[in-house]
């Protein structure tokens, strides 16, 4: 039987070291969400297991910001038989939704995400549809990594929470050490 923690193990993708998070904090745990997302047959669980709190709710759009909450919320879309829409960071630096998604006013709305430390993209996609003047129906999750320490305001699910520390630079233990960090993730933030 398939469980986060399984596929955590198997996929190798809870690594212990010393990290640069997006979030610019540093860590000695990282999870590579792409080790699991590499795999369509965990999406496919993982994206079973975060429609399902959300399956009674009335959802038109599933919305996830780039690049791991795309394939999430596609995934996610397809068990609820809804639309999926992603969010990405323009030349500017500001999340936008792209052009070419239509997205009504008034229209209910589930956010999906891979792993949140300080929730900052997602509250930049909850910013963006506010303005978009949406229902946010919810936050789905993998992986919390706060421990359920970041609070959206709307319904939120995740499958496995988890308390890792995360250091400001100035006051990090490994850095203190001289120990190497690995930068890994895409946004180069």
């Keep these: 039987m398939l469980t986060i923690d399984r596929i955590l ?3 190798g993708a809870l690594l212990e070291g010393h ?12 999870i590579d969400k792409m080790k699991i997302l590499q795999y369509p047959l965990y999406t496919q669980w993982i994206a079973n297991e975060m429609a399902k709190p959300f399956a009674d709710d009335e959802i038109d759009v599933v919305i996830g910001p780039a690049m791991g909450g795309i394939i999430l919320a ?12 992603f969010t990405n960071r323009d030349k500017e630096g500001k999340m936008v939704l792209r052009k070419s998604f239509d997205l009504k006013v ?8 891979d792993i949140v430390t300080t929730g900052g993209s997602v509250f930049e996609v909850l910013k963006l549809l506010k303005e978009k003047e949406v229902i946010v129906k919810g936050v789905s999750l993998i992986i919390d990594r706060s421990g359920g320490e970041v609070d959206f305001g709307v319904k939120t ?9 995360a250091f400001d630079p100035e006051d990090c233990p490994l850095c203190k050490k001289g120990i190497n960090f690995t930068v ?6």
């Design 74 to 85: 596609y995934e996610v879309a397809k068990v609820l038989n809804k639309i999926a829409f």
């Design 9 to 11: 193990e198997e996929t």
């Design 157 to 165: 699910n995740a499958l496995k929470r988890l308390k890792v520390e």
């Design 106 to 113: 008034g229209a209910k709305v589930l956010v999906v995400e």
């Design 184 to 189: 890994l993730g895409s946004t180069g933030k």
């Design 19 to 30: 990290f640069k998070l997006t979030s610019g904090l540093h860590s000695d745990r990282y």
